[in-house]
């Protein structure tokens, strides 16, 4: 970005600004010759480099080291012409001037790690190695040793203790799945045929009905698979799949109940600048901002459970792939999955019910300085279905958290009902909620499923 901006901007065409240019661009060089194999490394997708190839990075990092410290003894020299000899200060650091000072410091400032009589064997291997450490270990090495796991596929219990009844606890999931289904696409198609309701508050609320249906659909399908048709295993890639998806919608889901609050804040405490801050495109960017965070704070899971090495234990305790249960499988050092899983969920939790919290003190502060009942009860109201998804999503994702870490006498057949629970659940009763604490959304559903009775009265 430093770079782009003084290339494009005429007044930054400057010594001082080239200096910059040029620190710019060695410190860019001097993380991609690191940062790949670093993580490579640490996520377990490289763990040999050939000679050759240690010998073109220690070239590229010693070299780049130099560099840089000759680019700063530059920057310096260029301060001390525009302070001490200001007036020959165009005349000393010219174009000219700044181009040769570049090409002797990239010339100059190498370093040499052969000796003399095996440089003219050597010459031609560090080129080659340059070559095959910028285009073979950017690639990660992919060809030594990419994954250690041997097992091809793990088995579902589905909820254990509870096998026998694996029949009878299909039906309540099917019946969620499919009221998660139709309420949400009936939302969805509401909002969609409705011109009245094209308003931000409605737009969250389908980005929720949407991330509902597909995080139900993640997690349903496969219980049913379980419960009905015994089908417990599951391809290891795919169960890393499920995972990740089913993390990532839960986190989205977090996301726009966040963003809903924020919606009720501005509607409630800052009423006459609400058109003008939640515009469609400020609509458009905190659901995007939601589905990135979503999207790259779960992608290090499914990464760093690849680096692990899987022998003999394929049995997951779980009626889905959920995160620490496929860790604990590994035969090898977790640590690091562990505490990156309870990093993430931990500062989603509180970041995110913090903001929440926090709009909602305001809120209430804003509408007990209401004179008029009525004004109260109805900013209240409009709040009302909010409150309610908030606890049905919350209560059972803080349970579920704490007692699969610290809940160590919960059965686990109770802790797997209710992590299902969470999945299902806030799903099918969301749109129920919203189709019955919001005016505007229950009467158009029954303008547009009952409007032969209308016409029949009128």
Not at 4 to 29: G, K, N, W
Not at 126 to 137: L, Q, R, V
Not at 149 to 169: D, K, M, R, T, Y
Not at 222 to 248: N, R
Request: proline letters at 3%.
């Amino acid at each position: 970005m430093v770079m782009h901006v003084i290339r494009t901007e005429p007044s930054l065409h400057q010594p001082m600004f080239y200096f910059l240019a040029m620190l710019a661009l060695t410190d860019l060089c001097m993380e991609l010759s690191t940062i790949h194999t670093v993580l490579g490394i640490l996520w377990g997708f490289i763990e040999q480099i050939s000679l050759d190839a240690c010998i073109a990075q220690s070239y590229f990092i010693h070299g780049l080291s130099f560099m840089e410290s000759s680019v700063l003894l530059a920057m310096s020299f260029d301060c001390y012409i525009a302070i001490c000899n200001p007036f020959r200060y165009s005349s000393i650091l010219t174009n000219d001037k700044i181009v040769k000072i570049g090409v002797a410091i990239l010339c100059t400032r190498q370093p040499c790690y052969l000796h003399e009589n095996e440089l003219t064997g050597k010459k031609m291997n560090i080129f080659i190695s340059i070559f095959y450490y910028t285009y073979g270990t950017l690639g990660f090495n992919m060809a030594v040793n990419v994954t250690h796991q041997h097992i091809a596929s793990f088995f579902l219990v589905g909820i254990p203790g509870l096998e026998n009844f694996h029949c009878w606890i299909g039906i309540p999931v099917c019946l969620l799945f499919v009221l998660t289904l139709l309420g949400n696409g009936i939302i969805i198609a509401t909002i969609q045929l409705e011109t009245s309701l094209h308003q931000p508050m409605y737009f969250f609320l389908c980005m929720l009905a949407v991330n509902d249906m597909c995080l139900a659909s993640s997690a349903a399908l496969k219980m049913l698979g379980i419960f009905w048709f015994d089908a417990h295993w599951i391809d290891f890639d795919a169960c890393l799949t499920q995972m990740y998806f089913i993390h990532t919608l839960c986190i989205m889901e977090s996301a726009i109940l966040v963003t809903m609050a924020f919606d009720r804040f501005v509607a409630i405490c800052i009423p006459l600048h609400y058109t003008s801050i939640l515009t469609t495109s400020m609509v458009t960017k905190l659901g995007l901002v939601g589905l990135t965070r979503g999207v790259l704070m779960v992608l290090p899971c499914p990464l760093l459970i690849k680096r692990l090495p899987y022998y003999t234990k394929y049995i997951i305790h779980h009626a889905y792939c959920e995160h620490m249960a496929v860790v604990k499988l590994a035969n090898a050092n977790t640590l690091i999955n562990r505490a990156y899983g309870i990093s993430v969920a931990l500062s989603v939790i509180t970041v995110d019910l913090g903001l929440i919290a926090t709009s909602y003190v305001k809120i209430l502060q804003a509408v007990f300085r209401l004179s008029s009942q009525n004004a109260r009860s109805k900013a209240l109201g409009t709040c009302a279905g909010h409150v309610c998804t908030m606890l049905v999503s919350y209560t059972p994702a803080l349970f579920s958290f704490l007692t699969h870490r610290i809940g160590k006498k919960v059965p686990p057949s109770v802790h797997i009902i209710v992590a299902s629970m969470y999945l299902l659940v806030p799903s099918a009763v969301n749109p129920v909620v919203y189709g019955v604490k919001t005016k505007q959304i229950r009467d158009k559903v029954i303008d547009l499923f009952f409007i032969h009775k209308k016409l029949s009265e009128k």
